[in-house]
């Protein structure tokens, strides 16, 4: 049993979480996903590509929101139903990304909290969307 408890979540609560992809987690989520799409994995051909060099697994990066929301908030216990995201810039090998997530509403009756998702990088936004997850008490 966990302490989470809808009734602890209030509007504006956010937190952040700031990470950097390597080339091994870039390669071990690759072999996980099965995502071998050479943008992500091969130097030459993202070269040649509008990125002009290797970028992060789109899906690695929102993974991130599920790590906050499933260690910090509103923590263990939520259920992800679904999300929204918009992919505005890339994100490159070992730069350094700010996730940050904010209650924007909270529908009590349904027991479900709504939240803006953001990745950005010195206040440049990369990843712009909304969350919603079920809180089962």
Do not use: W
Not at 3 to 24: A, H, P, T, Y
Not at 61 to 79: E, K, Y
Request: aromatic share 10%; with cysteine; charged share 25%.
């Amino acid at each position: 049993m966990t302490n989470l408890k809808i009734s602890n979540i209030k509007i504006g609560d956010k937190v952040e979480l700031v990470r950097q992809f390597s080339i091994e987690d870039v390669t071990l989520f690759s072999k996980l996903s099965g995502d071998i799409n050479p943008v992500h994995l091969d130097e030459n051909y993202a070269k040649e590509t509008m990125f002009g060099q290797r970028i992060v697994h789109g899906a690695l990066l929102t993974s991130m929101f599920s790590t906050i929301f499933a260690n910090q908030l509103p923590g263990p216990g939520c259920i992800y139903l679904k999300s929204e995201n918009k992919f505005l810039k890339p994100v490159y090998l070992d730069q350094l990304i700010t996730f940050r997530v904010e209650v924007i509403d909270i529908l009590v009756e349904k027991k479900r909290v709504i939240f803006k998702t953001v990745a950005e990088e010195n206040q440049h936004e990369y990843i712009v969307g909304t969350a919603e997850l079920y809180i089962p008490e």
